[in-house]
């Protein structure tokens, strides 16, 4: 297959990964269509992120950052307190020095609003409410089916549908998330009793459990808690909030530090989910279909990278289609070039979550990650920049390694 009129690309997944490479694709001169099974904009997906500097980087290129900046907060510097509440260490974010690039904390469901309506902005036609259910590919193009009925047929085919990615069942269905050793529980606290310093994130090393905030300038604090032991049962929620504020408070309350406060006097909406990973090694292309983001490579949440990763795969595979002459011979390309990094994020996240990994190797040229990094600004690293320069052509094969 080469690359003769203008491809015609069907994304799966309206969420960070499809949007932004339906954003990419349509900056490269693809014809982009995204297709997203939530009926309307997935504002209720509850939990917060935070997105690193390589991920702001990524965005950059898109020329997405003022509809990313428009919502959430920056995020300056890291603070490390131990169990008995003393700091030990206070270090810059990332690139904290630019306004562009520095960490932003938001939560998910305004990051994937924000993205969907810039994909809107642009004129890339994005259906809600289609849910994709069957996946054909033939010698001249490749068909989706949704649940309601209708079809789409395209050149390519990129899963961005997530952790439970329907196209990733499809290609390779042996293939399944695990649980990564860690319940993560999510919460806001309005009125936070305790303000950090502005533009701080604060992880606290519990005896019990990794803790983490950041206040917004509105006051309002967005706290997460990592927790290990027994996964929560397939599709339980976890209960009330007053239920797992009640699990939380006695592994909190052994420490001298502000969490326990924090989810004292938390509102509802807590939320718990379990850490999760996918294998290393995994298939992510057959033919003409290509998996992204979570659905090819979702790590445990410690290192914080999800979201970054899933940007960078869009700049990458925009990149890879728009210079390289063989459509398929691109997505092979995008592999090479994104698999190693894709996969360190796995294990050193998953290491993290299982405790058998310091937290303080985050991945290269991913600077600190709040969620479990270290306090210590890293520099960026210069073939991850390379690698995203929007006018830098990719090559065929990454840079090797030393
Ligand atoms: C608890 C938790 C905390 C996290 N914290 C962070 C963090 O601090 N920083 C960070 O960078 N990352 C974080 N992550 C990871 C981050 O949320 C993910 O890596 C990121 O959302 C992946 O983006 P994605 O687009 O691949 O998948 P998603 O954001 O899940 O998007 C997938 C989209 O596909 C749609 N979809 C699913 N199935 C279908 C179908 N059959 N047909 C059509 N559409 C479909 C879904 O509705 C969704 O909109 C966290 C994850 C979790 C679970």
Not at 6 to 22: C, E, H, K
Not at 82 to 90: M, Y
Not at 198 to 226: H, K, L, N, Q
Not at 320 to 338: K, N, Q, S, V
């Amino acid at each position: 297959m080469t690359r003769t009129a203008v491809t015609r690309v069907l994304v799966i997944g309206g969420g960070i990964a499809g949007t932004a490479t339906a954003l990419g694709l349509h900056k490269a001169g693809f014809d982009v269509t995204v297709f997203e099974s939530h009926p309307d904009s997935a504002e209720d997906i509850g939990a917060f992120l935070t997105l690193a500097s390589n991920g702001m980087r990524a965005l950059a290129q898109l020329d997405a950052t003022d509809a990313v900046t428009a919502v959430g907060f920056p995020l300056t510097s890291l603070r490390l307190l131990d169990h008995q509440g003393t700091e030990a260490a206070h270090a810059p974010l990332g690139e904290a020095a630019d306004p562009a690039l520095r960490y932003r904390c938001l939560r998910r469901g305004e990051l994937n609003a924000a993205l969907q309506g810039e994909t809107a902005r642009r004129g890339i036609p994005l259906r809600h409410g289609a849910r994709l259910e069957s996946v054909t590919d033939g010698p001249d193009g490749v068909t989706a089916r949704f649940a309601d009925g209708t079809s789409a047929t395209g050149d390519l085919l990129v899963g961005a549908d997530g952790l439970n990615s329907t196209v990733r069942r499809l290609i390779t269905p042996g293939v399944r998330p695990g649980y990564a050793g860690q319940r993560v529980y999510y919460g806001y606290t309005a009125a936070a009793p305790v303000a950090g310093p502005d533009g701080t994130i604060t992880m606290v090393r519990g005896s019990e459990a990794a803790f983490g905030y950041a206040v917004s300038p509105a006051g309002e604090a967005y706290w997460f808690a990592r927790v290990g032991g027994d996964p929560l049962p397939a599709g339980a929620s976890g209960g009330p909030s007053a239920a797992l504020r009640g699990q939380l408070l006695p592994l909190l309350r052994k420490d001298a530090t502000p969490a326990a406060d924090l989810v004292e006097a938390a509102g509802d909406g807590i939320t718990v989910t379990n850490a999760t990973e996918l294998p290393l090694g995994a298939t992510w292309r057959s033919g003409r279909v290509l998996l992204i983001g979570d659905a090819a490579h979702a790590a445990s949440p410690a290192t914080g990278q999800g979201a970054s990763m899933a940007l960078e795969d869009a700049v990458v595979l925009a990149k890879a289609l728009r210079d390289l002459p063989d459509p398929l011979g691109a997505f092979a390309a995008y592999e090479r070039h994104r698999r190693p990094r894709a996969e360190h994020n796995i294990t050193v996240s998953g290491g993290i979550s299982r405790g058998t990994h310091a937290p303080s190797r985050p991945a290269p040229g991913t600077a600190a990650g709040p969620a479990g990094g270290a306090a210590r600004p890293t520099a960026p690293d210069e073939d991850l920049i390379r690698q995203l320069a929007w006018d830098t052509a990719l090559p065929a094969d990454p840079p090797a390694a030393d």
